[in-house]
């Protein structure tokens, strides 16, 4: 099995928009620099990053700024799954070809009820086709987005069939249940938690981080939470971690971790979603950041 080559807390990295709600890189750069100034990781197009409201050749070409600006490929897991076998092709190969870490691949989430064997499928002819050496490949199973969970036995197949490539998966099921059954199946597999608030029991069982959408507005914390969960201040940086968690998920989640980043950097560009998605509204914003204040948050510089 290969080894898994990543640790630590990623982000899904959040995207402006411009006034023309084109993506805009200037930004889209400065906040991945200061997210790895925070020592944490980048997962661009993610959930999070509206990922699936981008066409591919938007996601590529954010992908090339980040890199032809100097920004670490070995802290980047963008995300390369559509449901179209092709496009993920497309940006898979196009990811592993600019020296990205990994990809992070949702499934194919238009068709329901697939079988496992059609899920596998879809993932080997990803791999053959990609056909690189270089590709570590990270699942995504986000089931009640998706509508497409990636089972066990799916999981098991293909890291049999494929060893030296596929290197781990995120779980945003948010069912520990359902975490703690994969971290008993796969010991040793690069195996994320979406959530911060699973870092100290899910570490303790063998999972590497998080991948993590408040990770965009609390990296300081959360990056310090998986690397020192086990010592002194664990509990402590948990128990915080938590908090800020359960405020911001309370509200819809990409309009709340924009709106925190507008406000805190006075910057409304940063407030902006692509349609179908609308910004807070002003009485929501209120309330999110009185919460925040309440418990003391502040963006680190």
């Known amino acids: 099995m290969v080894d898994h080559e990543l640790t630590g807390a990623f982000a899904p990295v959040v995207t402006p928009f411009q006034a023309d709600m084109t993506p805009d890189a200037p930004r889209f750069l400065a906040h991945c620099e200061w997210l790895l100034s925070h020592d944490v990781g980048l997962a661009p197009f993610g959930t999070n990053s509206e990922a699936n409201s981008l066409d591919a050749g938007e996601r590529m070409a954010l992908l090339d700024h980040l890199v032809d600006n100097g920004l670490d490929v070995r802290r980047m897991l963008p995300g390369t799954g559509c449901c179209s076998l092709p496009e993920t092709v497309t940006l898979t190969r196009h990811a592993v070809e600019r020296g990205c870490a990994g990809v992070l691949m949702l499934p194919p989430f238009f068709y329901k009820g697939v ?113 020192e969960w086990a010592g002194d201040s664990g509990a402590a940086l948990q128990a915080q971690a938590d908090v800020v968690r359960g405020i911001v998920q309370s509200f819809p989640m990409i309009p709340a971790l924009k709106a925190v980043l507008a406000s805190h950097r006075d910057d409304p560009t940063w407030a902006r979603v692509r349609a179908p998605l609308t910004p807070l509204t002003s009485d929501q914003h209120a309330r999110l950041h009185a919460q925040l204040a309440a418990c003391g948050f502040t963006l680190a510089g």
């Open 115 to 227: 079988t496992d064997d059609g899920l596998y499928d879809y993932y080997a002819r990803v791999i053959d086709q990609v056909n690189d050496a270089r590709l570590r490949l990270y699942l995504y199973h986000i089931p009640a987005l998706s509508g497409v969970p990636i089972t066990l036995p799916v999981i098991e197949r293909l890291r049999r069939n494929f060893p030296q490539t596929v290197a781990g998966i995120k779980d945003s099921s948010g069912d520990w249940n359902h975490l703690n059954a994969m971290l008993d199946a796969f010991p040793g597999f690069g195996i994320f938690p979406a959530s911060e608030s699973l870092v100290s029991r899910a570490s303790a069982k063998g999972a590497k981080g998080c991948i993590s959408a408040t990770v965009n507005i609390n990296a300081p914390m959360i990056g310090r939470l998986c690397r």
